[in-house]
Structure formats: C-alpha cells, structure tokens
C-alpha cells in the first residue's frame, strides 16, 4: 500500500478543479461532523482568515506555511488512557504476539510525574513531540527518518534500514522498534518488522481533513491547530495562557506544548 | 640491521587449514545467528525500546575502534620514521582491514533491515554521523589498500609515506566519527561530553595494539618464524603506555562528570549502583583490563609472552567491557524526560531498563572477531605480508 504521504509528494498541486472542490466539500462536512461529536472545548471553527483543516486536501502539498501543533492542558481532568487506546486502534498498534512487554510499540504513553520534594504529581500524554529541530531527522543516515513541511515528523518506512540511531537521539523516547513480523495492519499505517516508528500525528488524518485520533478522544484536553497562525485557536490559547514544552533546555521547540506541568 | 625478507605463509599445511576452518567456523555461526535474528526479529534477543544497541553494538564498535588502532604500528613507521616498526607495516595494515571488515559485518547483520544496504548506500543524509561514518569507513579501506599496494610494490615505495599520512589523519577522523556517534546525542546524560571523542582514539590504540600484538605472536609462533625480543618488547611497552593513556582518560571522564550535577546520577550509577555495570566497570574495566595488564607488561617477574598475551587478552576483555558499560549502561540508564523529578510509565519511563545479553547476539559479535581472523589467516597465505625471520639482528635498526 502506499500511504497518502507518498502520493502527496509526488502529485502536483495543478490537480482537477472539480475534483478537489467536491473533496473538500467532502472534508469540510467530515470535520463538521467530528466537531460535532468532539467536546465543547475543542472550538473547531474558525475565523474568517483563519486556515483550517478544511482548506488543506491530498492534492495539496504539506505546506511550510503551516505548522501544525498540539496543545495538552494537563489540568483538565481526563483519562488520558483514552488517548493511548484511541491510537492503537488508529494505527492496528499492540497487535504484537511474540514480543516482550519492553519489545512492544507504543506510539503515546501516559506518563506519571512526581515532584519529590513538594509532592505534587500529575500525569501527562507523552507522544513524539515533533521538534522543529528533530534529532532523529538530524541522525538518521538514509534520510527515512524525516519532517515533512508542514512540521510533522514522521519514517518513511521505505528507507529505514532499522540502525535504530534515531531512537538513540531521541529524549522523548517516542519511537518504538518492530521486533517481529507483524500481520492484520490498518490501512494507513504500514508497520514492518525491521522498521523503527513512532506517533506521525496522525498524518493522514490530517490530510483527510480529520482530528489526530488522540485529540478526538482527549474530550477538549488536546488542542490541535496550525501554529503558524495567530488566529487558530492553538496560537490564541498559547497567547493568552502560555504553554510549555517538555525538555525545553534541548531548544528543539518541539510542535507539541503543555498547560500545567 | 639486514635486508628484510617478506614471504607467504604456506597455505598448504594441516595447521593452516585448521585455523582456516576454526576461523572459518566461528565466522559461519556468527552468520547464523545473524539469520536467526532476522527471520524472527529482535523479539529472540535481549534488545528492547529501552536498550536499543545490545552486544552485537558493542563487538562492531570495539572491531571498529580497533581497526583504527591496529594502523598505529604502521603510522609510527611511515609518518614518523621509526625504521624498527617497518617490517610489521604491512602486517599491522591489512589487519585494520580486517578489523574494519569483521566490525562492519557484525554492524550490518545487526540492522533491522540487512537487506536494505543498498538504500544506505544510495540515500543519504549528510547532516547525519551514521553517514558520514560510510564514507569514513569504506575511504579507510580505500586508503589503506593504496597504503599497503605502495608498501608491498616495489616501483611505488616512494609514495609510502604520503599515503602513509593520508591514512594516519583519515583514522584519527574516522575514530572521532566513531566516537561522536555517541558524542553527539544530547538525550543521553551517559553520552553527552566532547571526551569522547578523543577518549574513542585512545582506546583504538590500546585495543588495537593488544590485538596486534597477538596477531603477530601467533602468526610467527605457529609458523615456526623467529620473532626476537627487541620487537615485542617495544611493542608491549608501547602497548602499556596506552592502557595507561585509556586509563587516564576513563577518570578524567567520570571525575568530571561528578562534578557536574547534571551527570553526576548517571556517573553514580555507573560507579555504585549500577549493578552488573559496576561490576564490569570496576572489575572487568579497571582492574583486569587496565590495572592487571599493566603490571603484566611491566612487572621484572612477568617478561615472557604468556604474561603479554594474556596481558592483550586482558586488554581486549576490559575494552569489550569498556564499551559494554558506555554503550548498554549509558541505554539502561533512565533518560530525563523531566529533570528532578520522578517519572514512570508503561514505557519504562523513570526506571534503570533491563538487558540481558542472548547467546545469538553474542554469536553474531564472536562472529565478527571470527571475520577478522578469517580474513588475517587468508591474506597472510596469499600475499606477503610477514617478514620471514624477525630476529632481533634483523629487526632491530642497531644490530651490527
């Protein structure tokens, strides 16, 4: 199968009028409907100048005008397992049968942390944060390992050659390693054994014009928005809020932010 | 100092074919734990998300390292005109391509994809040491091949000492690309010092020395060739000076990471608490790798060559241990997702990861010394690569 990314790259942004248009109708009525379904605080529309999921479609290349982003408000009071099990049903992910629990793919995780001196803990989705100055895309020799335009960091698992040096450079720990043969995938997400991966933001989702998996189920938790813009919701939150990145010191500035840690 | 006689060794012996088949054996089951590895995945080994690099790692980069140091004889030789080192030139040159060749076997047979070579040798990413490293690999063979064919033909000996220095400043790259593949990962409070680098050229010249000297004293040993004091103890004085060096630099490294709070946890780790990391580190490390040797090398009660080659036997085990510490203990040691604070996950966030090494990973690394060996033994029946006697009166420049 090749994936959408793949098609992305290689077709022309000159494709037909007439079938983009009824495609992004299409979009537009999906992404309405999910904002439907999606709790209050997701805000899914937009201002007038505001670019949205919408005005984005697979005949467009990833644009660098663009940079898409998470923002988790770790106060909100959610089972962020939610999220996990959201995006293993996504990608066809624990579907292992021989591996060893610390063999097994996880794209996000929950973690739990504690201040040991004050005593305060909190808990928080950790998914690869899709730095702008990736290491995994600095380190990997064959280039599989890659960030497409519009910021989202993601293996063509056509070029891994499984050396696995991005998961050394990693310091989010978000990439994951195939140990064994792996059958019944998803469609949009080719898993082989060999091959390194790890969250890619759910990128053809979001070329279909639809929410990451994990934002769909974050009840409003997990904001997802082009930071690029001053008038998405994600920028206006991070304006009037702030937001912090996790292992800012690196100066990677990761797409993902934080609210409460 | 007489006229020096260069000969193959007589491929045509029950000895030869012995080492042949020994070396030719352990290659062949390092290829088939390789197999082993790939038909199932890396589920059948110890490797996990946590320890990403396992044994075969740590063989492939200590053959590596060594290929860089077993070139030191040579370069001592041609760059720096010391005549005493130039009947082993040859020798010492071909094994670094064969150290090279076994590290690089055990580095691709240990990818997820083997198959995929060709994609990393066709797409690459300059940005990237692990490309650079294929450059500075592959150049290395290039230019010692050149350095040997100057070496061993006669109308081209003039050009020995140029290619001589070529090859000399392309290892000090190559074994500076080699360490900053750990250099440079800013994750890892285990990695993150510019010493390593430097601490990498020095441990080539220890480890490849120690393998030298035990290519050289059973070659000429099993040949019935004479090999006279005067070289083998410059050799195993030379040897000494450079576990003192690694030495050196393994405290420097550790001291100043102490200092530091950002590293000192990981240091600790490795120093106390550690486990089997301490133990490998204190025991296998300092004491038999780098204390032991040295008084074996330089003690008046033990001058034989049992005492040295044990010695370089003991030298090679702390390096692999060495390596295993660096490498394995800088993975199992928690990465600081938020620092000071206490974390856990279902992902082993917060928590000392654990490895066990499994018996095809060890196999696929002996099978690299194997590749090593194999290619040493074929190359010295073909081609004239030892000197027929190194007797003291023809070794040595100041014999009458």
């Not at chain 2, 133990?279 to 005492?307: A, D």
Request: glycine content about 8%; aromatic content about 10%.
């Amino acid at each position: 199968m090749t994936n959408n990314f793949d098609e992305k790259l290689s077709e022309s942004q000159d494709s037909e009028q007439a079938v983009e248009s009824s495609r992004r109708n299409f979009i537009f009525g999906s992404v309405a409907a999910a904002g439907l379904t999606v709790a209050p605080g997701m805000m899914l529309y937009q201002t007038a100048n505001a670019r949205s999921l919408s005005d984005f479609s697979l005949n467009e290349k990833a644009s660098s005008q663009v940079r898409w982003g998470m923002l988790v408000d770790t106060t909100k009071q959610v089972d962020w397992n939610k999220c996990v099990d959201a995006c293993n049903k996504e990608h066809g992910l624990n579907n292992e049968t021989h591996s060893r629990d610390d063999q097994k793919t996880q794209y996000i995780r929950v973690v739990d942390v504690k201040n040991k001196t004050t005593g305060y803990s909190m808990s928080l989705p950790v998914m690869c944060q899709h730095c702008e100055s990736a290491p995994c895309v600095d380190v990997c020799p064959t280039g599989a390992s890659m960030k497409r335009a519009d910021g989202i960091v993601l293996v063509d698992r056509h070029r891994c050659i499984g050396c696995r040096y991005c998961m050394m450079a990693c310091p989010y720990k978000a990439r994951s390693f195939v140990h064994e043969v792996l059958t019944d995938q998803t469609e949009n997400t080719p898993r082989g054994k060999g091959c390194v991966e790890s969250c890619n933001m759910c990128v053809t989702r979001i070329d279909n014009g639809q929410l990451p998996a994990c934002v769909e189920a974050s009840e409003g938790a997990i904001i997802f928005g082009d930071l690029n813009d001053p008038q998405s919701d994600i920028s206006q939150l991070l304006a009037k809020h702030g937001g912090k990145q996790i292992r800012a010191d690196l100066k990677l500035n990761p797409g993902v932010h934080y609210q409460g840690i | 100092m007489k006229k020096l006689h260069f000969i193959e060794v007589e491929g045509n012996t029950k000895g030869f074919f012995a080492f042949l088949s020994l070396f030719g054996l352990i290659s062949l089951i390092g290829i088939l734990a390789a197999y082993y590895m790939e038909h199932n995945g890396h589920w059948v080994t110890g490797m996990n998300n946590q320890v990403i690099w396992g044994t075969p790692h740590v063989f492939a980069i200590f053959l590596i390292v060594a290929a860089s140091g077993a070139l030191n004889v040579a370069s001592i030789s041609s760059v720096f005109s010391k005549t005493a080192y130039k009947p082993l030139a040859r020798l010492s040159g071909m094994l670094s391509i064969a150290l090279l060749s076994g590290g690089l076997v055990v580095l691709l047979l240990d990818l997820g994809r083997p198959d995929r070579l060709i994609v990393a040798m066709t797409e690459f990413n300059f940005v990237s040491i692990f490309t650079w490293n294929i450059f500075l690999y592959t150049g290395f063979m290039g230019i010692v091949g050149v350095y040997l064919w100057t070496m061993m033909d006669r109308p081209y000996n003039n050009l020995t000492k140029k290619a001589g220095l070529t090859a000399f400043i392309w290892r000090l790259i190559l074994t500076t690309g080699t360490g900053s593949i750990f250099g440079f990962l800013i994750s890892r409070e285990a990695y993150d010092s510019a010493l390593l680098a430097p601490m990498f050229i020095i441990m080539s010249f220890s480890f490849g020395l120690a393998f030298f000297l035990l290519v050289l004293m059973g070659s000429y040993k099993y040949t019935q060739r004479e090999l006279g004091d005067y070289i083998v103890n410059r050799l195993k004085n030379l040897l000494g000076v450079f576990v003192a060096a690694v030495l050196y630099f393994a405290i420097v490294y550790h001291v100043t990471n102490l200092y530091s709070a950002e590293h000192r946890d990981v240091t600790l780790f490795v120093l106390s608490g550690g486990g089997i990391y301490t133990f490998l580190f204190w025991v296998v490390q300092i004491f038999m790798g780098s204390l032991l040797p040295l008084f074996l090398l330089y003690s008046p009660s033990t001058q034989n060559r049992k005492m040295y080659s044990l010695a370089s036997v003991l030298i090679i085990l702390g390096g692999l241990a060495q390596l295993y510490v660096i490498i394995i203990g800088g993975q199992a040691y928690p990465m600081e997702l938020f620092p000071g604070m206490e974390v856990s996950s279902s992902f082993y966030d917060g928590v000392v990861a654990s490895y066990a090494p499994s018996l095809p990973e060890f196999l696929l690394g002996i099978g690299g010394i194997g590749v090593t060996l194999l290619i040493v033994t074929i190359a010295i029946a073909a081609l004239k690569f030892l000197p027929i006697s190194l007797a003291d009166e023809i070794a040595n420049p100041h014999s009458k």
